[in-house]
């Protein structure tokens, strides 16, 4: 019977390592993914910096066409940066909590052994 309860513990626990492997991958993915949507928002931020700048030295004639492209540059990077932010509120609540938990079955597993 001994050898028969420790076959399916190590079956039970390979599954389970298996299924935090996986879930950790997939939040890992995910951190990846935000990172590279924060990179994409500073680039746009860095052109849009740019734009300014160049108007400013060019000194061109027409500031209402340049003050309405500036306007809507501010609004779609207003949206953008609300987006950004919003995932980013999200995907740390959501990594505080997973460590926590993982924490805690951690410090009980150490405690039983």
């Not at 390979?14 to 939040?27: C, I, P, Q, Y």
């Not at 919003?86 to 993982?102: D, F, P, S, T």
Request: charged fraction near 35%; glycine fraction near 2%; charge should be negative.
């Amino acid at each position: 019977m001994w050898q028969i309860d420790v076959e399916q513990w190590e079956k039970e626990q390979a599954k389970m390592l298996a299924d935090v492997e996986s879930a950790l991958s997939a939040e890992l993915s995910g951190i990846q993914e935000h990172a590279r949507s924060i990179a994409q928002h500073q680039q746009r931020v860095r052109q849009h910096e740019l734009f300014i700048g160049d108007l400013e030295r060019s000194g061109r004639d027409n500031p209402t066409e340049i003050e309405a492209r500036l306007a809507e540059d501010h609004v779609n990077e207003s949206k953008n940066h609300s987006q950004v932010r919003k995932a980013h509120e999200r995907l740390k609540r959501y990594h505080h909590r997973a460590m926590a938990r993982l924490a805690v079955v951690l410090r009980s597993l150490d405690q039983e052994a």
